[in-house]
């Protein structure tokens, strides 16, 4: 069912916990009947033995609709799943849309994709000056400030991007002072269906949303960025804000082992979640985002999805470097923290880190509810 899929541990895991409930000597057990999955409207269990039209029938008692509670998921997965499915069709509507005219009251295509073009220019900053800031931290140079500078090299070009775009845009197919491209077109195109450019895809983050959504994304990466290059290190990361994530994670971990003197693969990130602001060794971190699970702020722990609520902001999170043998864990449920809401991409791509949540539930039944943290909503 999986095949080449599985790619890494949380895949294993998922198909060790379907096995361990569906799959075992308890299918047999004449005293304590299996039942796959049981409610008031269906039951579904193992026919007993009997000829061949008595297993036909069996099958033919069966709902030719099943829930996602059949397999272990919350009713809302079955909402989530509409969900995207009617968002794929609206995006391949609007591609098949007839690029003419505009989005109605008069205005012409040319005329809606100009004034698009002119507000994200004004909304774009000046450059940052990368070698500035690396003079001002040159005595002090910490793994966490060289990721800073790296972040601020990619989004330079980021910014760059977008800039020579947009002006090629509205001279080439507004003003008509040069010729138009494939580059172009697709500007034109995007910026009228309020769709991220394949271009600016490149230098930015994987991302999920739509053009508008994104230019706030945008402008929040700017205040983390201008913020942390005047006034170092914040005492609350957006790691949602920063390109590569990891890096930061990965900086931690050494500016940690460097102080103490711990050996560097002999730690590892121990989290919580808190309110708890005073950090010493360690980092809090907010904008991360529960999918599959409600986090109950009272019990302080994982609890079954609220009805109709697909995802919802975990408090704020406190990541510490520890040393592994002094790391111990018990009622917890180890959850993946991935960048967008679409997990991993084709090459398997797009886990950050993991969280260990406090949960009074056995690991299984989270397994199976597809509980996750992501970084970035649609």
């Given amino acids: 069912m999986?095949?080449?899929?599985?790619?890494?541990?949380?895949?294993?895991?998922?198909?060790?916990?379907?096995?361990?409930?569906?799959?075992?000597?308890?299918?047999?057990?004449k005293f304590q009947p299996y039942h796959f999955y049981c409610d008031t409207s269906v039951d579904y269990l193992i026919p007993d033995e009997g000829d061949r039209d008595s297993y036909l029938n069996a099958i033919e008692e069966l709902p030719l609709v099943n829930g996602p509670e059949v397999c272990g998921l919350h009713p809302n997965a079955e909402i989530g799943y509409y969900t995207q499915a009617a968002k794929e069709l609206w995006d391949r509507l609007l591609e098949l849309q007839p690029q003419r005219g505009g989005p109605g009251g008069g205005v012409s295509r040319d005329n809606f994709v100009d004034n698009v073009a002119k507000d994200i220019l004004v909304r774009i900053p000046p450059p940052y000056d990368v070698a500035r800031t690396r003079k001002t931290y040159e005595m002090n140079i910490t793994p966490t400030i060289i990721v800073l500078l790296q972040e601020l090299e990619r989004f330079n070009l980021l910014l760059e991007q977008m800039r020579q775009t947009l002006n090629l845009l509205r001279k080439a197919a507004l003003a008509g002072e040069i010729g138009s491209d494939t580059l172009l077109d697709n500007m034109a195109d995007s910026l009228f269906?309020?769709?991220?450019?394949?271009?600016?895809?490149?230098?930015?983050?994987?991302?999920?949303?739509?053009?508008?959504?994104?230019?706030?994304?945008?402008?929040?990466?700017?205040q983390q960025y201008t913020l942390w290059a005047a006034s170092g290190d914040p005492m609350v990361m957006w790691l949602s804000g920063l390109h590569v994530p990891e890096s930061f994670l990965t900086a931690l971990v050494q500016s940690v082992c460097r102080k103490n003197g711990w050996p560097l693969d002999k730690t590892t990130l121990c989290t919580t979640v808190t309110t708890y602001m005073d950090v010493d060794d360690g980092c809090l971190v907010h904008g991360l985002y529960l999918e599959g699970a409600h986090w109950d702020k009272q019990r302080q722990c994982l609890v079954r999805s609220h009805p109709r609520v697909l995802i919802e902001e975990l408090p704020m999170l406190l990541i510490?470097?520890?040393?592994?043998?002094?790391?111990?864990?018990?009622?917890?449920?180890?959850?993946?923290?991935?960048?967008?809401?679409?997990?991993?991409?084709?090459?398997?791509?797009g886990l950050v880190f993991q969280v260990d949540l406090a949960t009074k539930e056995h690991e299984s039944h989270w397994i199976l509810q597809g509980v996750c943290l992501v970084l970035n909503t649609d």
């Fill in 2 to 29: 999986y095949g080449g899929r599985v790619i890494d541990e949380f895949d294993r895991r998922i198909i060790r916990t379907y096995m361990d409930e569906y799959v075992g000597e308890f299918l047999f057990d």
């Fill in 193 to 222: 269906n309020s769709q991220l450019p394949h271009a600016w895809k490149k230098l930015a983050p994987v991302t999920c949303k739509s053009l508008g959504p994104w230019m706030d994304h945008f402008e929040r990466r700017i």
């Fill in 320 to 349: 510490i470097p520890i040393e592994v043998h002094r790391r111990k864990l018990q009622n917890t449920f180890r959850t993946p923290v991935y960048i967008t809401s679409r997990r991993r991409d084709a090459r398997g791509a």
